[in-house]
């Protein structure tokens, strides 16, 4: 198994037949059909199942695309770093974060790094905590800026800040809220205990934390809605469906017009921003550069 099957194999999965396939790639079926042929030979694997519409991807062929589609962007990634390199350029530095932290961005002072560093370039990838550590293992993202908790097992972690941790709700959803006679009669921060029978909202990533938070105080959450993505989450505050439990810094990507905001006394929910990257992978030298960038500055909580 070599690249050129892997790109064949992935043309030929996505048009779904073996003759457009051919068409796209600029070649005869003959020769494609015994590419695809030699690849399940040597896989010793079956890969398609043919139909007469054409042909369709088994489970393993199913795998063997999405593992395909992951090998062919580190070789794309990997020649395009080298022809940088050759170039006079000094690399390329793939950013992933998250989208509670985008807010960040603005911090690391790139522009500042950019100038002392013209030839590193940066490609920044967004995704939710546990896509971006998956993408960092498999050596697609060279650093990335998560959130706790996570499991740091494979990698180098540095800590960017700490930050507690708020409720939002709409003032719409405020009457029908438990928390309306606490919120109105007082600015206080909320205590966790306040939220015994509110309608939570909660990022997945922070679900175990906040729920074995509660359960020291004696209670279950009641948790109507887990969602991979700040912004949707706190859409759907907005929207009404209940309070969202999350780190203070994720309001700030919003319009806070029509949404409460209340911190929450519990240190023990507190959130870190978190610099990864992989513990397995010498990091090139524009990653060192940015990783040292990153280190000397001195970035504060919200």
């Known amino acids: 198994m070599d690249i050129r099957q892997l790109y064949y194999f992935v043309t030929v999965a996505e048009e779904g037949q073996i003759s457009s396939a051919a068409e796209k790639l600029n070649m005869t079926q003959p020769p494609l059909s015994q590419q695809m042929k030699k690849l ?23 795998l063997l695309l999405s593992r395909a589609h992951q090998i062919l962007t580190f070789v794309s990634n990997t020649v395009n770093e080298l022809n940088e390199y050759v170039q006079g350029a000094k690399g390329i530095v793939n950013i992933g974060i998250i989208s509670s932290s985008v807010e960040s961005l603005l911090s690391f002072k790139l522009p500042e790094f950019q100038k002392n560093n013209p030839k590193i370039k940066f490609n920044v990838i967004e995704n939710d905590t546990f896509s971006i550590l998956d993408m960092v293992e498999k050596a697609l993202v060279d650093v990335a800026f998560v959130r ?21 709700l709409s003032k719409s959803y405020l009457e029908q809220s438990t928390l309306r006679d606490k ?6 921060p909320l205590l966790l205990s306040d939220l015994i029978d509110e309608k939570i909202i909660l990022l997945q990533n922070y679900e175990n934390t906040v729920k074995t938070a509660c ?11 887990r969602g991979s993505n700040a912004i949707s989450a706190l859409l759907l505050a907005r929207a009404g469906l209940g309070t969202m439990i999350t780190p203070i810094s994720t309001v700030e990507m919003t319009d806070l017009s029509d949404l409460i905001v209340r911190a ?17 992978r010498k990091p090139s030298y524009a990653v060192s550069k940015f990783i040292e960038h990153i280190k000397n500055l001195e970035i504060k909580s919200p």
């Open 264 to 280: 929450i006394n519990c240190s023990i929910l507190n959130s870190s921003i978190v610099m990864v990257w992989n513990a397995d």
């Open 183 to 188: 919120l109105m009669s007082s600015d206080e």
């Open 40 to 62: 399940e030979e040597d896989t010793n694997t079956k890969l398609f199942n043919r139909t007469p519409k054409g042909i369709e991807l088994t489970e393993a062929g199913k």
């Open 215 to 225: 359960r020291q105080f004696n209670f279950e959450p009641n948790v109507v809605c």
């Open 148 to 168: 706790t908790p996570f499991s740091s097992i494979g990698l180098h972690t540095y800590t960017l800040f700490s930050e507690p941790v708020c409720a939002v």
